[in-house]
């Protein structure tokens, strides 16, 4: 297996779970050296997650996971705004309009730090962290921040996203000395690039470079359902796409062969055919993009299926409440007194550990609140779900702090 073909292989959720699992498996076996796994706590995990779902969704209509419920943050829907603002356009472009959103907004949702917040004006509320993050880039969105053509602000496009600075990122996300942003310029980088890969691309993204012509590509390759049902594609054809398409705008610090492979690292219990051996691809801010799209999928007639192909999310609020529910244990607790990098092989396994253990804990928490898969997918799980358990552990524990420190860039967490 060559370079190209292991890059191929490391962007399907098969390669995710199958190394997971084997790393889960590792670990039960006592021969992980940072973990240990405590199957007893994996019970009492599933009811504090079943537990907050209920309170977050008593009458358990989960949504699923995505950037649509950051712009609902303290409890104000902001879509019907946006779709007032959008009325006037063809419903084609309505609909690239929600995918320009949600792919600009999932990339610039990089982990905040503990001192960020977002004001804001129109309400009067702050937020921070993720809430704040889809707020900020909500509002930058509807000022025509990534767009290059002042008459049509409610998208982003290929020029708009090249010229965009860090001082204009910064003033649209209220930084300063005393509210600092973690990773500011590597998000300005990442939006630069992203206008470069559209650009680069109008076979996939249309000739004015724009996020949106995913949605037609997507479109392209629905298939018709079953006596009449809707058009539809598979979750992870959402998932293949974003990761081909926008495989140019990460960071080559981890690259295969000169190819970028984006949230995949190294780690050496890591095994596969060819060139894939020693890669752990988890492909989080992909994965997230791809939940995030589902709506906007939906609200333009495609039926997704398939959803549980994609992966939980390898990010801290559910590592966190792995850790914090004591189903991952340290064996040196110590080692959460350090900070760490994306790449450091304890992050790596720390994330593909929650991967694979996300995929047991979902059953469970389906048993407790008495949901089937098709009722609750482990998108709903998600949202219910382990990462807002994750964020209540993390608050009693720490205020809020995740239980391992990363330094980030702004790309990955």
Known sequence: MNA??????????PAIRD????LLARARAGQSEAFRINDEALAPAAR???EVTRQRYPDLRIPYHSRWRHFEAGGLDRRPGLEQRLAALPPAQRARSRVDL????VLLDAGAGPRWRFQESQTGQTHSRSEGLGLASFHAFLDGLFSSDPDQP???DARGLQALDDDRLARAFQVGPDNPLVGLQGRADLMRRLGACLQAQPEVFGPDGRPGGLLDNLMAGATPGPSGAKP??????????LLRALAPIWPASNPLGGIPLGDCWRHEAVRGPGASDGWMPLHKLSQWMSYSLLEPLQWSGLKVRGLDTLTGLAEYRN???LIDAGVLQLRDPQLARREWTPADPLVVEWRALTVALLDELAP???AELQQTPAQMPLACVLEGGTWAAGRVLAQRARGGDPPLTIRSDGTVF
């Open 319 to 321: 590592g966190g409440l």
């Open 48 to 50: 504090l997650v079943a």
């Open 102 to 105: 949600a792919v600009v907004s």
């Open 364 to 366: 469970r928490v389906r």
């Open 19 to 22: 190394r997971a699992a084997a």
């Open 4 to 13: 190209a073909e292991a890059a191929e292989l490391l962007r399907g959720t």
């Open 232 to 241: 539809g594609i598979e979750a992870g054809a959402i998932l293949h796409l």
């Open 154 to 156: 409610l998208q982003a």
